[in-house]
Nanobody, 122 residues
């Protein structure tokens, strides 16, 4: 099982940007589809974006399209989430996740990170 550690969260004003990082260790990183989820206070955890092992296939939820970009570096065993044009409704704890495939990212997560807080002020 791969271990995941997120970083890069913080407090930012609306319209600002943040880049989250998720460093993987343990088992080989490259075969995994990597994804980001988030959970706002009082709400269920929701899917944000995912990228397959090759980097050729990505998938994101409609609310972040055009604003968030997922990327990965299989040499550094790290996945990133570049978040631009942030809105107060993006405020949440953001979690990194590893899954066997992009088709399974919403139903089968084999590893979760501990989460990093993102707060967007209006």
């Amino acid at each position: 099982q791969v271990q995941l550690v997120e970083s890069g969260g913080g407090l930012v004003q609306a319209g600002g940007s943040l880049r989250l990082s998720c460093a993987a260790s343990g088992r080989t990183f490259s075969p995994y589809t990597m994804g980001w989820f988030r959970q706002a206070p009082g709400k269920e955890r929701e899917f944000v974006a995912a990228m397959d092992w090759s980097g050729r296939s990505t998938y994101s939820t409609d609310s972040v399209k055009g604003r968030f970009t997922i990327s990965r570096d299989n040499i550094k065993n790290t996945v990133y989430l570049q978040m631009n044009s942030l809105k107060p409704e993006d405020t949440a704890i953001y979690y990194c996740a590893a899954s066997p495939s992009i088709a399974q990212i919403k139903t089968l997560v084999q590893s979760w990170g501990q989460g990093t807080q993102v707060t967007v002020s209006s």
